[in-house]
């Protein structure tokens, strides 16, 4: 059973950054694509960013393009999502995924979420 832990959410004023983080206890993490999926109340949950198992690729929703950078950590088992310029609309919890097979942009693709975190942009 893979574990995803998520942590770096909190409270922004528009134009600040965060640094989210997520850690897998899995020893075979290297087999994973990650992504970073986000729901704001009343929306249904979105794709953010995702990142293949080499690390060679990432994938942006247009929304985030140049603002969010993806990255992993295979040997500390862990993906982090920098998030600069942050407005109010990327308010939203923020919620780590994985899976054995490749990055894919729908929610129900991927095997393994953790409990969400957190993020609040004010304006």
């Known amino acids: 059973q893979v574990q995803l832990v998520e942590s770096g959410g909190g409270l922004v004023q528009a134009g600040g950054s965060l640094r989210l983080s997520c850690a897998a206890s899995?020893?075979?993490?290297?087999?994973?694509?990650l992504a970073w999926f986000r729901q704001a109340p009343g929306k249904e949950r979105e794709f953010v960013s995702g990142?293949?198992?080499?690390?060679?690729?990432?994938f942006y929703a247009d929304s985030v393009k140049g603002r969010f950078t993806i990255s992993r950590d295979n040997a500390k088992n862990t993906v982090t999502l920098q998030m600069n310029s942050l407005k109010p609309e990327d308010t939203a919890v923020y919620f780590c995924?994985?899976?054995?097979?490749?990055?894919?942009?729908?929610?129900?693709?991927?095997?393994?979420w953790g409990q969400g975190t957190q993020v609040t942009v004010s304006s």
């Open positions: 995924a994985a899976a054995y097979s490749s990055v894919y942009y729908s929610s129900t693709a991927y095997d393994y």
């Open positions: 899995l020893r075979t993490f290297s087999r994973l694509a």
């Open positions: 990142i293949v198992r080499s690390g060679d690729s990432t």
